[in-house]
């Protein structure tokens, strides 16, 4: 019902910034909770951050709290993930996806994107 498409992704330096961008191609994005999972080479799915359908309450993975940022303006049906600090760890492919109700587990999202390539460099 929800197709998500990121983009953003690209090659950093450590201790650089990218934006990340997540586009809905429904108009109802405004009933659900978006948030972003990210998958590193030889590791499993990890949660990075969510927020509820208002903007109002964002949660964040310890290990990217103070360095990321996830907002969302549902008129554009879009959500952006800002990381900045970025360190070579946060390698990996960034998934944006959708759920009914708030999480801070990849469990609870029923729609994900394919994915954009994060790549930090030492």
């Known amino acids: 019902q929800v197709h998500l498409v990121e983009s953003g992704g690209g090659l950093v330096q450590a201790g650089g910034s990218l934006r990340l961008s997540c586009a809905a191609s429904?108009?109802?994005?405004?009933?659900?909770?978006m948030g972003w999972i990210r998958q590193a080479p030889g590791k499993q799915r990890e949660f990075v951050a969510s927020?509820?359908?208002?903007?109002?309450?964002?949660y964040f993975a310890a290990s990217v709290k103070g360095r990321f940022t996830i907002s969302r303006d549902n008129t554009k049906n879009t959500v952006w993930l800002q990381m900045n600090s970025l360190k070579p760890e946060d390698t990996a492919v960034y998934y944006c996806?959708?759920?009914?109700?708030?999480?801070?587990?990849?469990?609870?999202?029923?729609?994900w994107g394919r994915g954009t390539q994060v790549t930090v460099s030492s």
């Open positions: 996806a959708a759920a009914l109700s708030l999480t801070q587990s990849t469990d609870g999202f029923a729609y």
């Open positions: 429904e108009s109802t994005f405004g009933n659900y909770v």
């Open positions: 927020i509820s359908r208002s903007g109002a309450l964002r």
